[in-house]
């Protein structure tokens, strides 16, 4: 069975910290990757999608995938109150153009503390 | 520019009976997929329309079934609604490059 795994925290970090969160997946196949912000009683917000190996850096958010470890993980920088959600990893198995099937993990909440 | 929207936002019905929800796309998307999310999990898959068509499908009964339209916007279906179908339904549109997609805002549905 295709699973994403996240530690579903809380993760606690002190506000101007690096929060790491980090996800696991178990179909090698899978192509492409996704991590979603969802704050409490909204939907899940794109914030970050990776395709090949390595580091990709958006404003504070750095997105690092390794396929051979089959682990992908999201580092917040400067950490802020706001970034206090629940952060979604997804993973889409097919390659690009051939469909998009996402299949999410539970899920990390993170708590920013002034 | 509309993003993602979905209808109604909230919806209570009783163990039975049947709903039907709503979704538009982002002008220039073309495919629909929709998921469930419960309450502290994740969303799963339930299928994605792509010229009117169902593509995939995810592990759900035959009681959730969906249409698209010519226009693109789609409609998830929901037959004999049992207690577990209470979630948060949402609609999400795809972009072709980057190849990402685009969640509404959902629809919370409560079964009684």
């Known amino acids: 069975q295709k699973e994403v795994e996240q530690n579903s925290g809380p993760l606690s970090v002190p506000e101007g910290a690096i929060a790491s969160l980090n996800c696991t997946y178990s179909d090698r196949g899978s192509q492409s990757f996704f991590w979603y912000r969802q704050y409490s009683g909204k939907s899940p917000e794109l914030i970050m999608f990776?395709?090949?190996?390595g580091d990709k850096e958006d404003g504070r958010f750095t997105a690092q995938l390794n396929k051979a470890s089959q682990y992908v993980s999201l580092l917040i920088r400067d950490s802020q109150p706001s970034d206090s959600a629940t952060y979604l990893c997804?993973?889409?198995?097919?390659?690009?153009?051939?469909?998009?099937?996402?299949?999410f993990g539970g899920g990390t909440r993170l708590m920013v503390k002034p | 520019d509309a993003g993602v929207t979905q209808s109604p936002t909230h919806l209570i019905k009783t163990r039975g009976q049947q709903v039907t929800l709503r979704c538009s796309p982002k002008?220039?998307?073309?495919?629909v997929s929709w998921y469930q999310q419960a309450l502290g999990q994740g969303p799963q898959f339930i299928f994605q329309?792509?010229?009117?068509?169902?593509?995939q499908r995810g592990n759900f009964p035959d009681r959730f079934s969906g249409h698209q339209f010519p226009n693109y916007s789609s409609e998830l279906n929901v037959n004999a609604l049992l207690l577990g179908d209470s979630a948060l339904y949402l609609c999400?549109?795809?972009?072709?490059?980057?190849?990402?997609?685009?969640f509404g805002p959902g629809t919370r549905l409560t079964v009684l």
């Open positions: 997804a993973v889409n198995p097919l390659k690009s153009g051939e469909g998009n099937m996402l299949t």
């Open positions: 329309y792509y010229e009117e068509e169902e593509r």
């Open positions: 990776i395709y090949s190996n």
């Open positions: 999400a549109s795809r972009m072709v490059s980057p190849d990402t997609q685009y």
């Open positions: 002008s220039g998307h073309d495919t």
